[in-house]
């Protein structure tokens, strides 16, 4: 169907769109109209993603283009989510198409890791991303390849070198328009001989979507590679962003252990020992790098692409217009620094006593102790990167450990706010382990996203669980033009939440730490399971507040004999914290939900299951979330974040640590309706969220559908709810909702008179 919003002239491949969906749309172009960024929260499985792409890639096929958007930059969190984003655009791209015909052609791809896009069968079947990165820069790397042309003994990539040939020939290398996954590149790549990685690298400046993950535009070193050369006139869309704030906290926070240390010594030995190799047998190439630092010449701008990856820019933009400073232009001298500076951290982790430092006087103290200023430490980064480019290491995963202290340098060095130094002896969970660790802690979110937010004229922070949505501008530090929670419409209600305080024996159930190891809850908590099992057909998922957690309370079951008595009804899989272990549970948890004799998954709360996997259909049809998924609160870079946001923000302690955990507990109920035809229940097994000040933190999508009746319940009125609700759900029901007399589902005609109405009333 298509229609008109305004003047704009919406495709979207469905014959129907639900209310919410051209709500959203609405919303979403006043705020692109409005050059401004927007928070959406959108209900889950309500047709988010094909929203987006439907409203903006109509953006971009406008036929006037005077609203001057160049590019769409989906931002994903996992490769699975970039996949599905990529199929759904290939259906919409089909129906423009076929509307449009060929002026409705558009490129889109996916970009990801070489793990993800290498079909070099000597690099990609090595088993981590850093090792393949490092097989592939070991073959691709400009001084290899110049041994190569001279010994052909020398191993090369053949892929890259053909990509490269035709790279430089008159025709040069492009991709057709459409929509291509990252198995149609791979198949593309394998087709024409050309490295699908370097493909897409070069091809991203040239496409109108682009589909990657957040770290290629929040983590400054990534984002100075990828990133560096789209337009302002883009718009950026986070999607699944309940958890950004967290992740633009990670990509600025580094962590340095003893073993961090020793590496990074043995690295610089290596690197001693290359210099002095390259002073008795190419002494002009040290000098030639010398002289173009004392110029000031920017050292990575005009890299050849095989190099480009050693442009890892940290600094913010006005520090890099700086000259490098003298006391490091010789490579002798700068080795001298990070030997003082790998010391003085060594010194620093002997400690019997947790020490908190803020950056400006960690900086001091390195400067009086170590002798190295900040001017020096903030080009630590970038200049280890000229070295190493200079001396032709490829920088593969051996170098790790000085890339880290240099990392950790740079950062220290920059930003004199919005971050903590906290040192630790031991870990508080097991003080009698010694294990050292200097911990750069960054405080303040807003510090990774506020570059992206100035640069691009539309950034779009969406998810099914952004509630409450006012605080997020506030940990962010922007002001959206449009922030708005829709409701879904629904035929029937089919979401049962519940709030189970106590078990059948009356005693309360929560996972508070003085109540969650008591026997009595431990044993509420199995009957709970049990007797769900029972009642319950297909797939059953448990979520719990940690490993820890889930790991002792399955002990304690399978010492009562509920274990046994659970496998009874279903079979039991669980999440583990090895990601082969956890797919392979997965996968057999699905089998079992299909032979039709189901199967429960016991997972936790921020896990690998509660991040964009989905338990549709007959794979989820409960979710029980076993107490409240507070953070660890004893945690010192936690106690320091909860500080910094009472201090800068006026969050308050209560209220930051509340949010983060229902929005951490609304992430994995909601795991269990993924489309308006599916159905589901979702119990939240703690008596702490029956207090309004947790329960009115959930999003309204599950508000609206939680009664009073279902608030205060005990394990045999939730038994009665659930088959009640299992019965209601078995008769059939009129999809469009006509017999309902809601309009859960609108035509073309609908909108066409919803037009004409809202046109008579302006």
């Keep these: 169907m298509k229609f008109k919003i305004d003047e704009l002239t919406v495709y979207f491949p469905y014959e129907h769109i639900y209310p919410e969906q051209y709500e959203y749309m609405v919303e979403l172009k006043h705020a692109l109209d409005a050059k401004g960024h927007c928070l959406l929260e959108m209900p889950t499985g309500t047709g988010k993603t094909i929203t987006l792409l439907s409203l903006i890639t109509s953006y971009l096929l406008s036929s006037n283009q005077s609203n001057g958007i160049k590019k769409l930059i989906y931002c994903t969190r996992t490769v699975h989510e970039m996949e599905k984003v990529l199929a759904e655009l290939r259906l919409l791209h089909e129906f423009q198409l076929s509307q449009l015909g060929p002026s409705a052609r558009l490129l889109a791809l996916g970009l990801s890791s070489r793990k993800n896009l290498c079909i070099n069968p000597s690099v990609n079947s090595a088993s981590s991303r850093d090792s393949v990165d490092a097989g592939c820069r070991k073959l691709t790397a400009s001084w290899v390849r110049a041994l190569a042309a001279d010994n052909p003994n020398i191993p090369m990539c053949q892929f890259y070198e053909k990509y490269d040939r035709e790279a430089s020939s008159s025709e040069g290398v492009l991709l057709p328009p459409g929509v291509y996954t990252l198995q149609d590149l791979r198949a593309y790549g394998r087709e024409k001989g050309w490295c699908p990685y370097f493909l897409a690298r070069h091809m991203i400046r040239f496409a109108n979507v682009v589909v990657y993950n957040y770290q290629y535009l929040l983590d400054p070193k990534v984002a100075g590679i990828i990133s560096r050369e789209m337009q302002r006139e883009c718009i950026v869309v986070f999607d699944e962003a309940h958890n950004i704030d967290n992740v633009c906290i990670e990509a600025l926070s580094v962590n340095i252990r003893q073993q961090t240390l020793d590496g990074a010594t043995r690295n610089l030995k290596k690197i001693a020992q290359t210099i002095e190799k390259f002073k008795a047998t190419d002494a002009n190439r040290l000098r030639s790098e010398y002289n173009r630092l004392v110029e000031g010449l920017a050292h990575r701008g005009n890299l050849p692409v095989t190099d480009s990856w050693l442009s890892n820019p940290v600094l913010p933009e006005d520090i890099l217009r700086e000259a490098v400073p003298g006391s490091i232009r010789k490579a002798e001298h700068f080795l001298g620094v990070l030997r003082r500076l790998v010391q003085y951290l060594d010194g620093r982790l002997q400690t019997e006593n947790v020490e908190t430092e803020g950056p400006v006087a960690f900086v001091a103290s390195i400067s009086t102790q170590a002798g190295i200023d900040q001017k020096i430490l903030k080009f630590c980064y970038d200049r280890l990167h000229s070295l190493l480019l200079t001396l032709e290491i490829a920088e593969t995963d051996e170098f790790l450990h000085i890339q880290t202290v240099c990392d950790f340098a740079t950062l220290v060095a920059t930003y004199s706010h919005g971050f903590s130094i906290i040192i630790e002896p031991f870990d508080e969970r097991m003080p009698h382990v010694p294990d050292p660790i200097l911990q750069l802690s960054c405080l303040d979110a807003s510090l990774a996203i506020k570059p992206v937010f100035e640069r691009f004229q539309s950034v779009v922070i969406t998810s099914g669980t952004l509630s409450p949505v006012d605080l997020y501008p506030r940990l962010l530090k922007f002001n959206p033009v449009v922030s708005q929670s829709f409701t879904m419409s629904l035929t029937r209600d089919c979401l049962c939440p519940m709030v189970l305080t106590r078990g059948s024996?009356?005693?309360?159930?929560?996972?508070?730490?003085?109540?969650?190891?008591?026997?009595?809850?431990?044993?509420?908590?199995g009957r709970l399971l049990l007797e769900m099992v029972a009642a319950v057909p297909d797939g059953i998922v448990c979520f719990f507040v940690s490993y820890s957690y889930m790991d002792g309370i399955v002990n304690s079951w399978n010492e009562m004999g509920i274990l046994q008595d659970v496998m009874q009804h279903k079979l039991v899989f669980i999440e583990t914290q090895d990601v082969v272990e956890t797919t392979l549970a997965l996968d057999n948890y699905r089998k079992a939900c299909d032979c039709g004799r189901g199967a429960v998954f016991f997972s936790v709360a921020r896990g690998k299951v509660a991040e964009g996997i989905d338990f549709d259909r007959h794979y989820g049809r409960l979710v029980i979330m076993f107490g409240v998924p507070f953070q660890y609160t004893l945690s010192r870079i936690l106690l320091a974040r909860l500080e910094y946001l009472r201090e800068t923000f006026q969050i308050k302690e209560g209220d930051f640590l509340t949010f983060d955990a229902v929005r951490q507990a609304a992430q994995c109920v909601g795991r269990v309706i993924r489309s308006k035809s599916d159905y589901g229940m979702m119990i939240f097994a703690d008596k702490r969220y029956s207090r309004h000040d947790k329960r009115s933190?959930?999003?309204?999508?599950?508000?609206?559908?939680?009664?009073?009746?279902?608030?205060?319940?005990?394990?045999?009125?939730?038994?009665?709810?659930?088959?009640?609700?299992?019965?209601?759900?078995?008769?059939?029901?009129?999809?469009?909702?006509?017999?309902?007399?809601?309009?859960?589902?609108?035509?073309?005609?609908d909108l066409e008179k919803m037009e004409r109405t809202m046109g008579m009333m302006f």
């Design 697 to 749: 933190k959930l999003p309204g999508w599950i508000l609206s559908h939680l009664h009073d009746a279902h608030l205060n319940l005990s394990t045999d009125m939730a038994l009665h709810i659930a088959r009640e609700f299992l019965r209601k759900m078995a008769q059939p029901y009129d999809k469009s909702g006509g017999g309902s007399g809601k309009k859960t589902l609108l035509s073309q005609e």
């Design 505 to 525: 024996d009356q005693l309360p159930v929560s996972t508070k730490f003085d109540m969650r190891s008591d026997p009595g809850v431990v044993r509420n908590y």
